[in-house]
């Protein structure tokens, strides 16, 4: 096991995955080639190899030029051959699963980190991958095993496999194009929006029926396998909490398998793997019923390494892309099944840039402030690991899926892996972008969770009680964040001559001091008017109706701080993003906003909290738009209701036209970012003017439609929407997200 399998491989991916797959080359002692799209330039999978080969401005996939050439075979292959590369290693998502590759691998005379095109086409193909494993006496979920069915023959079928059920595509995976269908009056709407994701996503509108089981558990076995007919399984995960069929929080070993369950599984994941003659790191996936994990059946299997990867090499010691790797190379396996010893519990959460507070949208921006809490990365980092692709200064764009990284724990007990897990996830800090970090660390406090009692709907009934609990009142520590962040701004100058900290201390001769005021906007919509005076590191801040409080904040480097609000000293790290700008006023009236505002983002105990500094110049902006989306002015006229965008994209479809009747919810313009698709509901009945066309690219908080309910019929009956997007969920893709 000392020799090198390789001298040079290139890595076929970007983020986290990438610079995860680079640092084991580098213990190894293996020469790394990156490849980056222009979108990726100076990325840091980019700054960690030894060379990096751009791929170029070709569209990955119709309608998102950035993308660059990650799914351009012909580009990676050329990149390899050019840098002397000897393998190709796809990570997971991108071109992992495509049979292309590995066949312009061997063309190339390259080695694919994976394994044969039989095994990848097999697979790939869930109808024909069922009809495999069922006759080597694997157990499979009822449903349609047969290829090419149209939607005639899915609606026939569909009352064989029985509702509720999943209508998914053969190809592809990580839950992309996936639909739920609860009764049968709903079918033909899933199979026209599965089939239109599917085709667009993975080149195959091909689609099956399977029995849904409801609040399943889904667990699935890691298994390696080498060219001698040597296979073995490296136990289970647990990865049962999922939102949208995309994995949230990942453990190994399950909290509910016991060790004859284990063996069984085992058995049939090694027995899946055989059936293909399969070489490589590969997952089999089951479904289980909640309560009842010794009752499973086989979903499918990931030929690649997984997402949640590390929690498998935290409890049984292994790296395994180097056993990858040394597999490829044509290497026996280095370890036998009774060698396999599942030590302790590891954990791992999925750090997306995305906005809980707005139903989990993509959330997009300038890393203005990292710190990974000096958590360690790759498989000798433990108990605390922190794979990441993130750099200060990084650009999260809605060109890529939002995973930005993977925070992992390992302790001897599932409890205490929970907590090591809730405290890095509190000790990370990302500014500039919104995360799902705070959210994470709620679901892991949740008693279900801790008990292990999980299913595939826990998270949404999670989220569900979450939206039914009464808004709580302000606590004191919202008020002392936001505190902090109004001295923030005061710190960072964040305005110009007219703005809301325009003098240095609000000094007035003769006069008391003039406070500076302003709003700060939270992205639930809460606001909270402050008003300032004093000197950065001795000022008096007023939140609200609250009383004024003394504050300071002194710099300590690297975006931290002390906050000390009345006598009360903690640390925290604190960016702004953005600037106010205005033009000088020439007649003391309130100048305009002439730039985007501020963004004030502050960590503190934990949680991240962004607020948007609103002056007097941008509520006034606030309010002409909002004039503007009232009739003619008259009074008592109706008020038109806008449809903005949630996220920057592009225009995937407007399943309505300009000057139709639309019932309330009814989507209108569906816009595609990160990889996912969004329908933009009509917020009420009435006649929707439409602004954008498919094709068009819209940024964050564009008004792209208007419902105007003058002129609508009193009860109006709902418009026909476009099936294709009608019973659509936001759709996850799995160049990464959808990477399971």
């Excluded at 990438?18 to 700054?47: E, F, K, M, N």
């Excluded at 990676?76 to 002397?84: D, E, L, S, Y």
């Excluded at 994941?269 to 994990?293: K, M, N």
């Excluded at 205005?582 to 906003?593: K, Y």
Aim: aromatic letters at 4%; glycine letters at 10%.
């Amino acid at each position: 096991m000392s020799t090198r399998p390789f001298t040079t491989v290139l890595v076929a991916n970007r983020g986290e995955i990438a610079c995860r797959v680079i640092g084991t080359l580098r213990r190894l002692g293996i020469r790394s080639v990156a490849v980056y799209s222009d979108a990726d330039d100076g990325a840091r999978h980019v700054q960690e190899a030894d060379v990096a080969v751009r791929l170029g401005p070709a569209p990955a996939a119709p309608g998102l030029p950035r993308l660059g050439g990650y799914l351009d075979v012909d580009a990676v292959v050329a990149a390899a051959v050019a840098t002397g590369a000897d393998a190709i290693h796809p990570g997971y998502g991108f071109l992992s699963e495509n049979p292309a590759l590995a066949r312009a691998c061997e063309r190339a005379g390259i080695v694919f980190v994976g394994p044969s095109v039989a095994a990848l086409e097999t697979m790939a193909d869930k109808a024909a991958a069922k009809r495999l494993v069922a006759s080597h006496d694997v157990p499979v979920l009822p449903g349609t095993h047969e290829d090419g069915l149209d939607d005639a023959a899915l609606v026939a079928a569909a009352h064989e496999v029985g509702f509720p059920l999943l209508v998914k595509p053969v190809a592809g995976g990580g839950g992309k194009g996936m639909v739920v269908v609860p009764a049968a009056h709903e079918l033909p709407a899933a199979l026209a929006s599965a089939r239109r994701v599917a085709a667009s996503s993975f080149g195959d509108d091909g689609l099956l029926l399977e029995r849904l089981v409801e609040r399943p558990r889904h667990i699935e076995v890691q298994v390696l396998a080498d060219a001698h007919a040597g296979v073995v399984h490296l136990g289970e995960r647990e990865c049962t909490l999922q939102r949208r069929h995309q994995k949230v929080v990942e453990e190994a070993p399950s909290p509910v398998v016991d060790a004859a369950t284990r063996a069984r599984l085992g058995e049939a994941a090694c027995a899946v793997a055989r059936s293909v003659g399969y070489v490589g790191a590969g997952t089999v996936e089951f479904l289980a019923p909640g309560d009842d994990p010794g009752t499973f059946w086989f979903i499918e299997m990931n030929t690649r390494l997984q997402v949640e990867h590390p929690v498998t090499e935290m409890v049984t010691g292994l790296d395994l892309v180097e056993q990858q790797l040394r597999v490829a190379a044509g290497e026996p396996l280095a370890v036998r099944q009774e060698d396999v010893r599942l030590t302790g519990h590891a954990v791992e959460a999925r750090l997306y840039a995305e906005s809980p507070a707005r139903g989990f949208l993509p959330a997009a921006g300038r890393v203005l402030a990292y710190d990974d809490a000096g958590a360690g990365a790759g498989p000798a980092a433990t108990p605390l690991r922190l794979d990441s692709g993130l750099l200060p200064g990084a650009e999260v764009t809605g060109d890529y899926d939002p995973m930005l990284a993977k925070a992992v724990a390992w302790a001897p007990t599932r409890a205490e892996a929970i907590d090591r897990l809730d405290g890095l996830l509190a000790d990370v800090v990302v500014l500039g972008v919104e995360t799902n970090a705070g959210f994470l660390r709620d679901l892991l406090a949740d008693d279900d969770v801790r008990a292990g009692r999980l299913d595939t709907s826990l998270i949404d009934r999670f989220v569900a009680r979450s939206l039914e609990e009464p808004a709580p009142a302000v606590e004191p520590v919202e008020t002392q964040v936001a505190v902090a962040a109004a001295v923030l701004a005061l710190v960072s100058g964040t305005a110009g001559a007219s703005g809301p900290w325009a003098a240095a201390d609000g000094f007035r001769l003769n006069a008391p001091a003039a406070p500076r005021r302003a709003v700060l906007a939270h992205v639930t919509g809460a606001e909270h008017r402050v008003a300032v005076t004093g000197t950065p590191d001795d000022a008096v801040v007023t939140v609200d109706d609250g009383e004024p409080v003394r504050a300071s904040a002194r710099p300590l480097g690297d975006d931290r701080y002390l906050l000390t609000v009345d006598g009360t000293t903690r640390s925290l790290v604190g960016a702004v993003s953005g600037r106010l700008a205005h033009d000088t006023p020439t007649d003391g009236a309130e100048a305009p906003l002439t730039s985007s505002p501020a963004v004030v983002w502050v960590h503190v105990d934990g949680r991240t909290t962004s607020f948007t500094v609103l002056d007097r110049a941008a509520l006034a902006a606030h309010r002409r738009a909002a004039r503007a989306l009232t009739g003619d002015g008259a009074a008592g006229g109706a008020t038109r209701a806008p449809v903005r965008v949630a996220m920057p994209g592009t225009v995937s479809a407007v399943p309505v036209a300009d000057g139709d009747v639309v019932a309330a919810g009814q989507p209108v313009v569906v816009v595609e970012a990160m990889k996912m698709e969004h329908p933009l509901l009509a917020p009420v009945g009435g006649v929707v003017r439409l602004d954008v066309r498919a094709g068009d690219q819209v940024r964050l908080d564009q008004v792209v439609a208007v419902v105007d309910p003058d002129g609508a019929p009193a009860n109006p009956a709902p418009a026909p929407a476009d099936p294709a997007v009608a019973a659509a969920p936001t759709q996850a893709d799995p160049a990464t997200r959808g990477a399971s």
